[in-house]
């Protein structure tokens, strides 16, 4: 590792930051739920879906510095104009924080797909489906179909900006229908908050070795290698 030598920054892998500093909060919750003996299926998918938002969130503003600035712009003033106790309010409002976490859950959705079965015999575009077969609904895919989304691939939070012109089957990152995710809420406003915390206080710049990661398909989708990122106080 022979690039970790600077004096003035530390570098961390954004992978082994979310690791050390929020999973070790979050084990303490985990324990005391363990202690009932119940959920512990719910906190382990809250870690490794809230974790893998993280770090694509974390690698896209690391990557595009120029979203970075206007983000943290928008955080700081909107928590200099808000009182202290309504930190709640403050995060509510800040909208492009909203689409910056929107666009890396539309390039990288966490959860890449769902699984569904059919209930009866059925017939989807030209493709008979007999009752019974097990059907992959792939989020990862929609999210990045032309069809749906200019330069899809294209990492630009102000399309969610614009007045919505998406569907909900376009663009579902928590899932659809009765077995959607219950955690959304949860999820959204943690990852906002550690990301209001983060802007405010430091700079990411993604180290060369790190700006081509590429997905790999887990159950929850990661990068294929940590994600390198240098990290400076501001
Ligand atoms: C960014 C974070 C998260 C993402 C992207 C996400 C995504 C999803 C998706 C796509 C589904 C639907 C699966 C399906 O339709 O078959 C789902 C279901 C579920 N999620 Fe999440 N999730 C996240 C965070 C959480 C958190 C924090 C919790 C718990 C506190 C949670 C609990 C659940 C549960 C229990 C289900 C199953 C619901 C059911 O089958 O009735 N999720 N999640």
Redesign the pocket.
């Known amino acids: 590792m022979s690039h970790i030598n600077s004096l003035d920054y530390e570098i961390f892998s954004a992978v082994r930051l979310w690791e050390e500093s929020i999973v070790r909060k979050l084990t303490i919750v985990k324990l005391k739920f363990l202690e009932n003996g119940k959920v512990l299926d ?1 906190l382990d ?2 870690l490794k ?2 974790g ?2 993280f770090i694509w969130t974390m690698f896209c503003l690391a990557k595009y510095q120029l979203i970075q600035d206007r983000l943290r712009k928008e955080v700081k003033e909107k928590i200099n104009s808000t009182p202290k106790s309504n930190t709640w309010e403050a995060i509510s409002s800040m909208k492009f924080l909203d689409c910056v976490i929107k666009e890396s ?1 539309r390039l990288y ?3 890449p797909a ?3 079965e059919s209930i009866v015999d059925d017939v989807i575009g030209d493709y008979y489906i007999p009752k019974g077969t097990k059907l992959f609904l792939c ?1 990862a895919v929609t999210h990045r179909l032309e069809k749906f989304w200019k330069d899809p691939l294209t990492f630009n939070p102000d399309r969610f900006m614009e007045e919505k012109n998406y569907d909900n089957f376009t663009f ?13 809420k ?3 406003i ?2 906002k908050v550690i990301f209001t915390i983060l802007v405010s206080a430091f700079r990411f710049e993604i180290l060369p070795e790190s700006e081509d990661v590429k997905l790999a398909r887990y159950t929850v989708l990661q990068p294929d290698r940590d994600i390198f990122v240098k990290i400076s106080p501001i």
């Open positions: 719910l998918l809250l879906t809230v893998s938002c859950l959705p966490p959860a769902v699984e569904r989020l579902s990152p928590f899932g659809l229908g009765s077995s959607s995710c219950i955690g959304k949860l999820a959204l943690e990852v």
